[in-house]
């Protein structure tokens, strides 16, 4: 590509179209409101939630879904459902958005930060088995970006060890794992619904498990401690209301219908553009494992190397892609251990130097951004080439 002056100093940027929107609807959205609103129940108890948990469950594998108000609530329900409490310590990662650890501090136990892989972003399960103490009740991966976490490595540690596995899958709605779809496969999988996520109704959550037992537990929480065979007013359990409405549930029936057609056009825009990357020193994308058949991708990432591009900071240049018209984002800028609510004595914290690099290296872009056409892909490329080609310029 012939050099040429950079946007963010007055030049003439790689792309000016927009990116696709999110999120995207159509008439089913319409119509199933529409239906929300004729039937008149509205809440919790509407035939859509019913609808969209058999839905959800079934496309991830799972024998139960019980759905929540948001992500953050899953997982202090799933929790709270496993007996974990004062006292007790649960293993979470440094790098993810607070959620993950601040579910654990809520109920009451003490988040325990191991570690992540440098090439991956998810949990470094020798860093897992190096944090377990006779405290630890339970571990929680975050699929992050979508790639799911080493789960023939991490399902067997915790076996051993009696710690109960819940998947944060709030990135990973569709991803698989030898086959299978995640959520399921370690105790109980937590996902969100949150504006942002590849499957969206502004707001909502869902916990899968194929424990029964469990199942009628998390329900129960979620539903103001009601047995699901007992009277209306009888609360055998101490809970709370999280029920979704019946709104959230049509749209988000409507986006699980196009959820994996938007997910191989994710996955194949995502092969487009690492093959562009190895080709450039200096931006790394997130290693793929291949046992990750299916990856939903929320977050492209790509790991900077400030040193192959003439020392550019990378402020400088996530600032002049986004001036060339590619919205590039740094994502979290210290580890979760450095949050006033998660330091020590709030938690226990083990060495995390890859998290820490990692806060220093991203560069992100959108699970939108991959729902473009292919050759789209090349616009991004075209303007990492145009940063790198004009670095000196930036400096």
Not at 267 to 282: H, K, Q, T, V, W
Not at 335 to 348: A, F
Request: aromatic share 8%; net charge negative.
């Amino acid at each position: 590509m012939p050099s040429s002056t950079l946007a963010l100093q007055g030049g003439t940027p790689v792309r000016n179209k927009a990116w696709p929107r999110w999120p995207q609807w159509d008439e089913s959205e319409r119509s199933g409101l529409l239906a929300v609103l004729e039937r008149g129940e509205w809440g919790g108890y509407d035939k859509a939630v019913r609808d969209f948990e058999a839905a959800f469950a079934a496309r991830h594998a799972a024998a139960h879904c019980v759905t929540t108000v948001n992500g953050t609530t899953t997982l202090e329900t799933a929790l709270r459902a496993l007996g974990i409490g004062p006292g007790d310590e649960v293993i979470v990662p440094p790098y993810t958005f607070v959620a993950t650890a601040s579910a654990v501090r809520i109920v009451g136990a003490t988040p325990v930060f191991a570690d992540v892989e440098l090439e991956t972003w998810n949990l470094s399960i020798p860093a897992v088995e190096a944090a377990i103490s006779e405290r630890t009740k339970a571990v929680i991966p975050v699929h992050f970006g979508g790639l799911p976490a080493d789960l023939d490595a991490l399902l067997p540690l915790a076996a051993r060890h009696g710690l109960a596995v819940i998947e944060d899958a709030a990135h990973a709605h569709g991803s698989s794992w030898n086959g299978k779809p995640v959520g399921a496969l370690g105790t109980v999988g937590s996902f969100s619904f949150q504006a942002s996520k590849n499957l969206t109704a502004g707001e909502g959550g869902a916990l899968l498990t194929n424990d029964p037992v469990l199942a009628e537990k998390l329900w129960s929480i979620a539903n103001c401690g009601r047995s699901s065979d007992g009277m209306w007013y009888e609360h055998p359990n101490l809970g709370t209301n999280l029920r979704l409405s019946g709104w959230q549930a049509a749209i988000l029936s409507a986006g699980l219908a196009r959820l994996d057609e938007q997910l191989q056009r994710r996955m194949a825009n995502a092969r487009r553009l690492r093959s562009f990357l190895e080709e450039i020193d200096g931006l790394t994308p997130q290693h793929w494992d291949p046992r990750a058949d299916a990856h939903a991708h929320h977050i492209f990432l790509m790991r900077y190397d400030a040193e192959r591009f003439a020392g550019l900071s990378r402020e400088k240049l996530i600032a002049a892609l986004r001036a060339e018209g590619i919205p590039a984002t740094a994502v979290y800028p210290y580890p979760l251990y450095q949050q006033p609510p998660l330091v020590e004595p709030y938690s226990r914290v083990t060495p995390s130097p890859n998290a820490e690099r990692l806060c220093e290296q991203t560069v992100a872009l959108g699970q939108n951004l991959l729902l473009a056409e292919p050759e789209e892909m090349d616009d991004v490329a075209n303007a990492i080439l145009k940063v790198r080609e004009n670095v000196e310029a930036l400096k």
